[in-house]
């Protein structure tokens, strides 16, 4: 009776631990696929895309997850083939800088702007 | 005069803003992204070959010599509408070294496929699972790669090949 009883528990445990690796493993998954470009759509990431070739980075990227690579060293991995186009976030380094100031100084050159010339008018 | 004033640093503004979208923009295809490998050293691959299961190619025995590497299927109609090209180009450029990879194909139909439009290829490589093509960041049939004698890649083409592109930017290599 014991023996059952802690087989019961053992694979209550077993089983709940597994489904939920497997639910956290479909998060990682979904989460990064959601970040990457399929390069032979218009626009849709891996996730959305249902192409041969969201098929294969799918299985690339759960493989790779399941060998015990973060999201970082997929991401890696795929831009130094596919280049940081594959990549709907680009990556904050030198080379992009420009693109993501970009907007900050467009707000700061307006503000400035917009102050010069309210305050000329209020001269006037 | 005032309304001038007011306008001209909204006007400087927007052709700021015009001038580094063309800028950025400017020669940017998004049907055919640049390759993250041009000017870098091949992948690393063993391949086998379609004719013989016997012999294998390494990429570092490409070294030394000018190599074209193409990546076809049969069940790939663009590759159909290129492949007599390679007849031209291996006339042309007799030194070079022509590899087919037969990509996620059934060898069957490979071999039936260059029986019909013949077999241009120096070697035919298998790439039955696609690793060779992720590994050099292939995304769709056909892609076209030139390295040099240093083993680097100098060239890439997604799509199939064209004469003016033969012209304009193979036959430039060489």
């Given at each position: 009776?014991?023996?059952?009883?802690?087989?019961?528990?053992?694979?209550?445990?077993?089983?709940?631990?597994?489904?939920?690796?497997?639910?956290?493993?479909?998060?990682?998954?979904?989460?990064?696929?959601?970040?990457?470009?399929?390069?032979?759509?218009?626009?849709?990431?891996?996730?959305?895309?249902?192409?041969?070739?969201?098929?294969?980075?799918?299985?690339?990227?759960?493989?790779?997850?399941?060998?015990?690579?973060?999201?970082?060293?997929?991401?890696?991995?795929?831009?130094?083939?596919?280049?940081?186009?594959?990549?709907?976030?680009?990556?904050?380094?030198?080379?992009?800088?420009?693109?993501?100031?970009?907007?900050?100084?467009?707000?700061?050159?307006?503000?400035?702007?917009?102050?010069?010339?309210?305050?000329?008018?209020?001269?006037? | 005069?005032?309304?001038?004033?007011?306008?001209?640093?909204?006007?400087?503004?927007?052709?700021?803003?015009?001038?580094?979208?063309?800028?950025?923009?400017?020669?940017?295809?998004?049907?055919?992204?640049?390759?993250?490998?041009?000017?870098?050293?091949?992948?690393?691959?063993?391949?086998?070959?379609?004719?013989?299961?016997?012999?294998?190619?390494?990429?570092?025995?490409?070294?030394?010599?000018y190599t074209l590497?193409n990546?076809?299927?049969?069940?790939?109609?663009?590759?159909?509408?290129e492949?007599h090209l390679f007849f031209e180009i291996q006339k042309e450029i007799p030194e070079l070294f022509i590899?087919?990879?037969?990509?996620?194909?059934?060898?069957?139909?490979?071999?039936?496929?260059?029986?019909?439009?013949?077999?241009p290829?120096?070697?035919?490589?298998?790439?039955?699972?696609?690793?060779?093509?992720?590994?050099?960041?292939?995304?769709?049939?056909?892609?076209t790669f030139i390295t040099n004698k240093?083993?680097?890649?100098i060239f890439k083409h997604?799509?199939p090949l064209t004469k003016k592109i033969i012209k304009d930017e193979i036959a430039i290599l060489f």
């Amino acid at each position: 009776m014991k023996l059952q009883f802690f087989f019961k528990i053992f694979f209550f445990l077993f089983f709940s631990f597994s489904l939920c690796a497997n639910e956290n493993l479909d998060y990682k998954v979904k989460k990064l696929t959601l970040e990457l470009r399929c390069m032979t759509c218009q626009n849709q990431s891996v996730y959305d895309s249902d192409s041969n070739y969201s098929k294969d980075i799918k299985i690339f990227v759960i493989k790779k997850f399941k060998e015990g690579l973060n999201e970082k060293e997929i991401k890696k991995i795929l831009t130094e083939r596919y280049g940081e186009y594959i990549l709907f976030k680009p990556y904050f380094n030198s080379k992009n800088l420009f693109l993501w100031l970009f907007p900050f100084i467009l707000v700061i050159l307006s503000i400035i702007i917009l102050l010069k010339n309210s305050k000329k008018t209020r001269t006037k | 005069m005032n309304r001038a004033i007011l306008i001209t640093p909204l006007i400087v503004l927007i052709a700021i803003c015009l001038f580094f979208l063309i800028f950025i923009l400017l020669g940017k295809n998004p049907n055919n992204p640049p390759s993250a490998l041009l000017n870098k050293n091949l992948p690393d691959f063993s391949s086998i070959n379609l004719y013989n299961n016997q012999e294998t190619l390494l990429s570092d025995s490409l070294e030394g010599n000018y190599t074209l590497i193409n990546f076809f299927a049969s069940w790939c109609t663009p590759c159909r509408a290129e492949h007599h090209l390679f007849f031209e180009i291996q006339k042309e450029i007799p030194e070079l070294f022509i590899l087919g990879f037969s990509h996620k194909d059934d060898l069957g139909d490979s071999k039936k496929y260059l029986e019909e439009e013949g077999n241009p290829y120096s070697f035919v490589g298998i790439d039955s699972d696609g690793k060779i093509a992720f590994d050099f960041g292939v995304f769709g049939l056909p892609e076209t790669f030139i390295t040099n004698k240093n083993g680097e890649i100098i060239f890439k083409h997604t799509g199939p090949l064209t004469k003016k592109i033969i012209k304009d930017e193979i036959a430039i290599l060489f």
